[in-house]
Every structure is written in C-alpha cells, then in structure tokens.
C-alpha cells in the first residue's frame, strides 16, 4: 500500500480533436487534422474527429464522470481554429463555450488544466507555412491573450503546447500527423518556432494576467543504447539531443546544445534563430509537464536510416531503432514503468526546485465490452497501477512531483490510427456515444479519492 502526499493532484486528460466533434458548428473552421482526415489514406481506419465523443455537446455529461471519478483536475485543450477564424479576428461563439466549460467544470469542484495547443492548427495558418513560418509564433500569442483576458481568473494552470516534438517531426518530418509533410529543414524551422511561441505566449498571458500557473507538456523520450559500446551509446545521445535537448535547452536552460546543431549542420544552418529568440524563450514556467508511455532502443547504425520511425529523427540518419521485448500494448510499445520513476529523477536532479507533474500517461488496449455490460481491462488496471506506483518511488527519491493526469478519461480518435484504438479508462461506444465504465476507471477512482495505491 502507498500513500501519496496531501494535495497529490489526480487529474484525466483529453484534447479537444479527439474528443470534441462538432467540427463544423458556432464559427469553428478547419484544423490541420480536418484536412489531414479528409485525405485518403492518411488515417488508418479512415474515420476523423468529425464527431469523436462528441463532447462539445456532452462536457456536462463528462464533467458528472470526473466528479464520479473523484478527480481534481481535467486538463483540456482549447481548439484554436474554434477562437481565431482568421488572422485578426475572435470568434465569441468559441470563447463562450470554454467559458461554459471552465464555469462547470468549477462548479464540479474540478480544477481546470487547459492546454492552449495540442494539435489542431488552423489550417489558414498552416496554407501561409504552418510552424516553419515564424509569424505562426507570433500568431499563437495573439491567441493566447484573447484566451487569458477571457478566462485567466478562472484556469488552474496554462499550458503553452502539448508535445511540440510530435508537432514539429511528426507533422513536418515524417510525416504520420498533420499536416503530413515530409521536410527534415521545415521540421527544425517547425521546432524552433514552437519553442519561439512557448515563450511569446507566455509573454503574452503575463500582460493581460496579473499572475498565472504557467506549464508546458514535452514528451521526452526514454533512450536506452542496445549495448554498452560507445558507438551505441552515442546513438542514443544523438536521439536524446533531438528528442529532448531540442525543447528543454532552449526553454529552461536558454540555449540549444551546440552538438544538437552541429548533428543536424547538414539539414539546416538554424539560420530562422533570431537575436533575441533564446531570452524570450526562455520563460519562467511553475511546473513541467512530462507525458509518458515508452521507451525506445537504439544502436548504431551501418547505413542511413530513413523509413518508418527513422523518418522522424533529422540528423539521426546513422540510428536504428529497435523492438522492445516484453508484452506490448495495442500500440505496440513497451510497458517499462522504471522509465517514468528514473526520467522524473533525472529531472529533479537537473532542475532543483521546479514542479514536475505527469500529464499523461495511458495504455491501449483492445477492450471489450462483456456480458455484464462493463469493461474488465485487466492490462491496462495493471498498467495503470505499476506506473501510478512509479510515480511514488520518483516521490520517494525527493522528485518534486505534485500531480498524475491519466490518458485518458475516453476512448478517443487517436491521430493516425483513427478510432481504432482505446486508451480510455472510460469507453465509448461511438455508435450510441454511450459511456461505460472499464475496471481500470474503477480502479483510478480508488486512487483519485483516497489517495492510495494497493
């Protein structure tokens, strides 16, 4: 039996593409991901967002499930082309309806978590270059602002962007997410950019707000070199500095890491970095955000790597990426909880005194539902249980760790994949968008409201 802290934030997570729908209603105009999910092929199961868990309309309905679930914080994301239809422009029909959200989600006795970007650029800003385009920075801040003026008193903590590697090398490398373009020199213009607006949004909510909860959400990357030779091991350090220097130099530290710039000389000149660039990016934050779901093993390759998950690494073309052993989960990824306890350490040891929080972690799996109408996910309860218990020993280890955001409350559209696969401790059934209960709902309610694992 483990007993977290008093105050321990339990909270679930979604994003307002892969749950909301209602993708055409009240002046909301078309994401990356609308285009994305129009273009065959590009999806697996060839469905969309277009209704997902139709939560624009039911977020009461979802807020009476937090509630049950005992959670004390929902963290969210706003759809950006929901609130700036065009450049200049606010639509108040979006704003509203966050207001709406926020308002309910406060009356629950539910702290609101709101993430100002996870995914869905509007697709007018991605037709004028997307995120290799510096005026998308700036543009980013200019929505940030209508939202702090509009429900700043109100949000728990503002988060600037939600794994802005998978924005920048998915989206503009590889190519798997939207806007699907396969551009290794766009791609580092792309992360500089979503590092450049972190830090103008930041700026921009602290003039309209008098003082504000400030977070980013990375997704950094658990490397593990295949042997103990130097060749492997700077294979994995070459990952690292792509996977996760890339974000955490510049944004808590200042500055990018010379040997980041110089594995990727052949790509790019980094000549979009600007004076001025690292000192705006470099903004003071409350808490870290860190989502977690796997590991990844590499080793030195003999020739270029470029195809599948290669693809999505710029100036890494010497790195294999190898399978993990072990059960996977739908996804096929790995389950390596010690990953999450020695990455939230490392962390500590790196930035003494700085909040760390989870904010998401999950599992898939291939749910059914049974006889009884329920969903008994024994994998993922386990999953969900070993990882929470992770979390502990991090604590243990004098990690200032305050918070857990499951993923997710719901089944949900997710990205490439589509429907078909269920990382929700709720499910949905898209058909009827019944919600039912799954074991490992049940068992995080335990956790959420009484603060201890057993």
Avoid at 50 to 74: N, P, T, W
Avoid at 181 to 207: E, I, K, T, V
Avoid at 257 to 267: E, W
Avoid at 404 to 421: C, I, M, Q, T, V
Wanted: aromatic content about 10%; proline content about 5%.
């Amino acid at each position: 039996m483990r007993k977290f802290p008093d105050g321990f934030t339990w909270g679930t997570a979604t994003a307002s593409y892969q749950v909301e729908g209602a993708i055409h209603e009240d002046g909301r105009v078309p994401s990356i991901w609308d285009t994305m999910c129009a273009t065959p092929g590009k999806i697996k199961d060839g469905t969309s967002g277009a209704f997902a868990c139709d939560q624009y309309h039911r977020y009461k309905q979802d807020i009476a499930l937090m509630k049950e679930l005992g959670v004390s914080s929902y963290r969210f994301s706003t759809a950006w082309p929901r609130i700036i239809p065009s450049t200049g422009k606010v639509n108040q029909s979006g704003v509203d309806h966050y207001s709406r959200l926020v308002d309910a989600l406060l009356e629950a006795g539910i702290k609101p978590t709101l993430t100002l970007y996870h995914w869905d650029l509007p697709q007018y800003l991605e037709d004028a270059g997307g995120w290799p385009e510096r005026d998308t920075a700036y543009r980013f801040a200019e929505y940030a602002e209508v939202m702090g003026k509009a429900l700043g008193d109100r949000v728990d903590t503002w988060t600037t962007l939600n794994e802005p590697w998978c924005a920048a090398f998915l989206g503009y490398a590889d190519g798997e997410h939207a806007p699907g373009r396969q551009d290794h020199p766009a791609s580092l213009a792309a992360a500089h950019h979503l590092n450049l607006a972190h830090g103008l949004a930041l700026q921009a909510l602290g003039a309209v707000l008098e003082s504000f909860r400030s977070s980013v959400t990375l997704n950094l990357h658990a490397v593990y070199p295949a042997s103990k030779s130097g060749e492997d091991i700077a294979a994995a350090e070459r990952i690292k500095r792509v996977g996760n220097e890339i974000w955490l130099g510049p944004m808590l530290e200042g500055a990018y890491d010379p040997q980041l710039l110089a594995d990727t000389s052949h790509i790019s000149d980094w000549a979009f970095i600007q004076d001025g660039d690292l000192a705006v990016i470099r903004q003071p934050i409350s808490v870290l955000g860190l989502n977690y779901y796997s590991t990844t093993a590499v080793q030195a390759a003999d020739h270029p790597q470029y195809s599948g998950w290669a693809g999505a690494w710029p100036g890494a073309e010497m790195v294999e990426f190898l399978p993990r052993p072990g059960a996977l989960t739908a996804m096929g990824w790995d389950q390596t909880p010690s990953a999450l306890t020695e990455m939230l350490t490392e962390l500590s040891a790196r930035y003494p005194g700085l909040e760390l929080m989870v904010t998401e972690n999950g599992s898939a799996w291939d749910d059914l539902v049974s006889n009884d109408g329920l969903v008994h996910d024994p994998d993922r309860v386990a999953f969900l249980k070993a990882h929470v218990e992770a979390v502990g020993q991090a604590i243990d280890k004098g990690a200032p760790v305050s918070g857990y955001f499951a993923w997710s409350l719901l089944d949900n559209f997710e990205w490439a994949w589509g429907l078909s696969k269920r990382f929700g401790i709720i499910r949905v059934d898209y058909d009827t968008q019944e919600r039912i209960w799954k074991d490992s709902g049940r068992a995080y309610q335990r956790i959420a409201t009484t603060g201890i694992l057993d």
